[in-house]
């Protein structure tokens, strides 16, 4: 059974740093593209980023680009969220998402296969 399990959240204050981490199990992770979307209370999920199967493209929502990185370990079955300078609007819950043989449409939630059960990111002002 497919398993993406999302770890690394908690509580930082605005202008610190996290990194979440998203473990996979019983997939071939290198045939997925990996994605990160977030959702806060009374709002959509939306888009983060997004790394190829390759890990030759990465893609970003406007909003984070520049403070947020993507990352992926092929061989650990990873995927990666470096978070810097975190703002308040940034508090979620953060969701890591796999996409078979996905390299368009990074951004739309609906081509991705299988999701983690999210970890919740708050940053205090």
């Known amino acids: 059974q497919v398993q993406l399990v999302e770890s690394g959240g908690g509580l930082v204050q605005s202008g610190e740093s996290l990194r979440l981490s998203c473990a996979t199990s019983d997939l071939t992770f290198s045939d997925y593209t990996m994605g990160w979307f977030r959702q806060a209370p009374g709002k959509e999920r939306e888009f983060v980023a997004a790394?190829?199967?390759?890990?030759?493209?990465?893609h970003y929502a406007d909003s984070v680009k520049g403070r947020f990185t993507i990352s992926r370990d092929n061989a650990q079955n990873k995927v990666y969220l470096w978070m810097n300078s975190l703002k308040p609007e940034d508090t979620s819950v953060y969701y890591c998402a796999a996409s078979y043989l996905n390299s368009l449409y990074l951004a739309l939630s609906n081509n991705y296969d299988y999701w983690g059960q999210g970890t919740q990111v708050t940053v205090s002002s």
């Open positions: 790394i190829t199967f390759s890990g030759a493209i990465t």
